[in-house]
């Protein structure tokens, strides 16, 4: 699928096409959200999509996230199957109700009788001082529930693949993008086409260290596996891209090769799911570490508004080389190592020419 | 209506809890149950006004909304004594009733929790362009769910083919509605919210139906949601099969001036100052009791789930 087309647009755009093309494809697909239709649509996620499709099938929502969340299951299990849109992860919060006690377990209290083809797509924030209620990255809340999915694809290629893939899928799925990702620019072929929401992708082969990484932590990864290969430590990146469920199989096929296992995830270290990677790890292959396993995730507080409080809060490529390399007892120079991962842009933007705010 | 086939479902409904309340004590019956006794005229008066086609969904107290829309009585037994042929295989028990068949689309115990499931069964109704109307069964306690008013507040923007009825029987478990709500109306409120709303006594069947009728009508017709307050009471204990007035947390005499106006003697009462009125009760008694008596037998040699099936309901 891949070589089809040499066509590289932003995530954002990849995402939005993802959404046309199933709203083409499936007339029983609506797509509704805060914002969905307006003239910003959900950072350019939803743009157009009403005026292409119509207000019976694209539709703005009132600020009701519990009950509109209820009225999407209604309508999941009465044939149509909605697409939800959130702007914040953390809006999702006000439907945790519906979430958790409806769309998890509407096909299991009633025995399989009935499916939820429901996609809540939700959004982590990060910079321009979102602060403590804008960015929060709730992965392990959702992934803890059975009877949801969970993915966090990171590439525009993953994102409109697994998009699909979650729309055409039966079961409620939650949809998490992380609002750095938005922006950066992939292959992405026109035609529809899904990526599985069960398996992780490794994305960098290496024998001396596995790196699990989730989401935007993906990008971050690569850049410190990229230096550290310049001193012959090889790191191999997996992009998780589900959180429910785990890839355990590819991740574990990993860590027998290179027994070490780090784990960088875009949220807090207790009850994470980096510390739920590594407890499978522990439980099936205890015998394949050759040291401790390792979560890289964000301090145990809630993350501040001001960029001058927010700049030692996120891990970036430089903490994880430098970590990395001196858990694997390896020694590198450290203000070399610096200079290759220096980021000229400011600690609270994802890329140079962003002016704020989100 | 015909009303006599109305009274035979109240009566029906009485009988089953009755039946239920009966053997609770038996232990075999090991989930919540939660007690319509008292309030049967308004899951037959409603029901009554909708067709087969039409959706229902309820709350924990469902017995009589899933008995009046035409739920399988076997299934629900079944399922109450957690045997592999009850209505969810034994995963839900009596706050878990559901029969697709019946059009009885779900009933679960958070309080508001199908409310909004019921507004986006409407949803899809109408962007399917069914001619189908969708009724939620919920209580005065949950009038109070934030839930609740989100989901008006869209049926009533996108002029949906719902239902709302409102069994205000005063209490919520054991507050009483002045410790819970201000002194207005709870159908004025809907009626701000933007639905035609109806009043009716609750323990008058013919009365809930003839203002069902016209609030349904009125919802194939495309006028938007309607809202049916209903006054009832409830007998029995909020869980579970007995009588509790000894608890006092209900005014002395309250219980007593409700079963004076019960739904079921009452429709009884206007069938016996017709000809052939006893003979009919005593027919329908009879009957009612042999099909009580087989549902039970169904449910108490029905098969024992097997707890290895539980992982094949998660996902699709």
Excluded at chain 1, 143 to 159: C, N, Q, R
Excluded at chain 2, 11 to 39: F, K, N, T, W
Excluded at chain 2, 287 to 314: H, K
Aim: hydrophobic fraction near 45%; charged fraction near 20%; proline fraction near 6%.
């Amino acid at each position: 699928m891949r070589d089809d087309k040499k066509r590289h647009i932003t995530q954002a755009d990849a995402i939005r096409e993802a959404l046309a093309q199933a709203l083409q494809e499936d007339e029983r697909v609506i797509v509704v959200g805060e914002g969905v239709p307006d003239p910003k649509g959900v950072f350019g996620t939803t743009a157009g999509l009403q005026q292409q499709f119509g207000p019976s099938r694209v539709f703005d929502s009132p600020l009701s996230e519990n009950g509109m969340t209820g009225i999407c299951i209604g309508a999941a299990i009465s044939g149509m199957r909605p697409v939800m849109v959130h702007q914040r992860i953390d809006f999702a919060l006000l439907a945790m109700d519906q979430i958790v006690n409806n769309a998890a377990k509407w096909r299991y209290m009633f025995a399989g009788q009935v499916n939820v083809p429901l996609v809540i797509m939700v959004i982590v924030g990060r910079g321009w001082g979102p602060g403590p209620q804008h960015a929060q990255s709730l992965q392990a809340f959702f992934g803890h529930i059975p009877g949801l999915k969970v993915v966090m694809p990171t590439s525009g290629y993953d994102a409109k693949g697994m998009l699909l893939a979650a729309i055409r899928d039966d079961n409620p799925v939650i949809f998490i993008q992380h609002r750095w990702l938005h922006g950066i620019e992939d292959l992405v072929p026109e035609p529809p086409y899904t990526v599985p929401l069960d398996r992780a992708a490794i994305c960098r082969s290496g024998k001396d260290a596995t790196l699990v990484a989730f989401s935007y932590m993906v990008v971050e990864a690569l850049l410190a596996a990229e230096a550290l290969s310049q001193y012959g430590i090889d790191i191999e990146v997996i992009d998780a891209r589900s959180v429910r469920p785990l890839d355990m199989p590819t991740i574990i096929e990993s860590v027998r090769r290179t027994g070490t296992l780090v784990v960088a995830d875009t949220a807090w270290k207790t009850g994470g799911i980096a510390g739920e990677v590594i407890a499978a790890v522990a439980e099936t292959a205890f015998d394949a570490l050759r040291r401790p396993p390792v979560r890289i995730a964000l301090p145990d507080y809630p993350v501040p508004t001001s960029p001058y409080l927010v700049k030692d809060y996120y891990p970036d490529a430089l903490y994880l080389a430098r970590h990395i390399a001196a858990h694997l007892g390896r020694e590198v120079p450290d203000a070399e190592l610096a200079e290759r991962l220096f980021r000229s842009t400011p600690c609270d933007v994802p890329q140079k020419d962003f002016r704020g705010p989100f | 209506m015909n009303f006599e086939k109305a009274f035979g479902s109240m009566l029906r409904v009485r009988r089953v809890e009755e039946a239920i309340a009966d053997r609770y004590a038996e232990q075999q019956m090991r989930c919540p149950v939660h007690l319509s006794i008292g309030q049967e005229a308004v899951a037959v008066g409603v029901c009554a006004a909708l067709r087969k086609e039409d959706g229902v969904f309820s709350n924990h107290r469902a017995h009589a909304h899933y008995l009046a829309k035409g739920g399988d009585l076997k299934a629900m037994l079944a399922e109450i004594y957690g045997r592999e042929n009850g209505c969810c295989r034994g995963v839900g028990g009596s706050m878990h009733m559901v029969d697709l068949a019946a059009g009885f689309l779900g009933a679960v115990p958070i309080v508001g929790a199908t409310v909004p499931l019921a507004v986006g069964a409407a949803w899809a109704a109408k962007l399917r362009g069914e001619n189908r109307v969708i009724a939620v069964f919920f209580g005065d306690g949950t009038f109070e769910e934030g839930v609740v008013h989100e989901s008006i507040n869209f049926a009533a923007l996108h002029r949906l083919p719902i239902l709302f009825v409102c069994e205000n029987n005063l209490y919520a478990c054991y507050s009483r509605i002045d410790d819970r709500q201000p002194d207005r109306p709870i159908h004025g409120v809907a009626a701000a919210q933007g639905c035609r709303t109806f009043t009716a006594d609750g323990n008058d069947v013919q009365a809930v139906f003839d203002v069902s009728r016209e609030a349904v009508a009125g919802l194939r017709s495309g006028q938007g949601p309607a809202f049916i307050e209903c006054a009832t009471y409830r007998w029995r204990e909020h869980c579970g099969p007995n009588l509790d007035d000894n608890l006092g947390y209900r005014p002395q005499g309250e219980l007593a001036r409700w079963e004076s106006v019960c739904p079921v003697e009452r429709a009884a009462a206007f069938l016996r100052a017709m000809p052939d009125g006893a003979a009919l009760i005593e027919s329908a008694e009879k009957q009612i009791a042999a099909e009580i008596a087989d549902a039970f037998a169904f449910a108490l040699e029905g098969p024992l789930p097997n707890s290895a099936d539980l992982p094949g309901y998660l996902y699709a």
